[in-house]
């Protein structure tokens, strides 16, 4: 069984809409939760991270995380083309020296 | 900013080779990591490193080895390259614990 879950995608939305990325996670002990960046070709950027139960929000980037149904989202308001990429949700536990389980990712293309 | 830099983007080694790939944080970042990332299988923990000279295995260590004599320099070796290593290899840095890890550019190698 996967550790971190993610939809591959990809997802499609024309743009100016809000994109909404999901990710669920197995191990009740996680702490922290990040989202990733990661362009064709290129590596992972990071772009959010959020460590408490509620909403995050950086610009057009809101992450929701939900710890009683080990679920983490995140929304891209206004989504623009330049935010077609794929999407990595990463997911820590305490006391291992910020070790990261990813999830696979998930494709989002903006349309025009 | 943080800002990992990899010694080579693209690299190709014979079978057999020995191949070095070295991975540089300017950060103070206790925490280092190495991972490959093949399609469909997502980012797989090689080794990772806590402190200097410490190491710890990651999902997937067989045939690969590390070194850590300095704070800011993570080294990945493959003591005798193999096709099935061919891949893009991507450092990580982190400080702490439950923090982000920032992504050097990444290695893609080609083992013929």
């Known amino acids: 069984q996967k550790e971190v879950e993610q939809n591959s995608g990809p997802l499609s939305v024309p743009e100016g809409a809000i994109a909404s990325l999901n990710c669920t996670y197995s191990?009740?002990?996680?702490?922290?939760f990040f989202w990733y960046r990661q362009y064709s070709g290129k590596s992972p950027e990071l772009i959010m991270f959020?460590?408490?139960?509620g909403d995050k929000e950086d610009g057009r980037f809101t992450a929701q995380l939900n710890k009683a149904s080990q679920y983490v989202s995140l929304l891209i308001r206004d989504s623009q083309p330049s935010d077609s990429a794929t999407y990595l949700c990463?997911?820590?536990?305490?006391?291992?020296?910020?070790?990261?389980?990813f999830g696979t990712g998930t494709r989002l293309q903006v349309t025009l | 900013d943080v800002k990992v830099t990899q010694s080579s983007r693209y690299l190709v080694k014979r079978t057999g080779e020995k191949v070095f790939l070295e991975c540089v944080q300017d950060?103070?970042?206790?925490?280092m990591f190495w991972y490959r990332q093949d399609p469909g299988l997502g980012l797989r923990l090689i080794y990772f490193s806590y402190d200097v000279k410490m190491k710890e295995k990651g999902d997937i260590p067989e045939g690969y080895s590390v070194s850590r004599e300095k704070k800011e320099r993570f080294s990945l070796i493959l003591e005798s390259a193999s096709t099935n290593q061919t891949s893009m290899y991507l450092c990580?840095?982190?400080?702490?614990?439950?923090?982000?890890?920032?992504f050097g550019p990444g290695t893609r190698l080609t083992v013929t």
């Open positions: 950060m103070d970042h206790e925490n």
């Open positions: 191990d009740r002990g996680s702490q922290s």
């Open positions: 990580a840095s982190s400080s702490g614990q439950g923090n982000g890890q920032y």
């Open positions: 959020i460590y408490s139960n």
């Open positions: 990463a997911v820590g536990l305490t006391g291992t020296a910020s070790k990261l389980t």
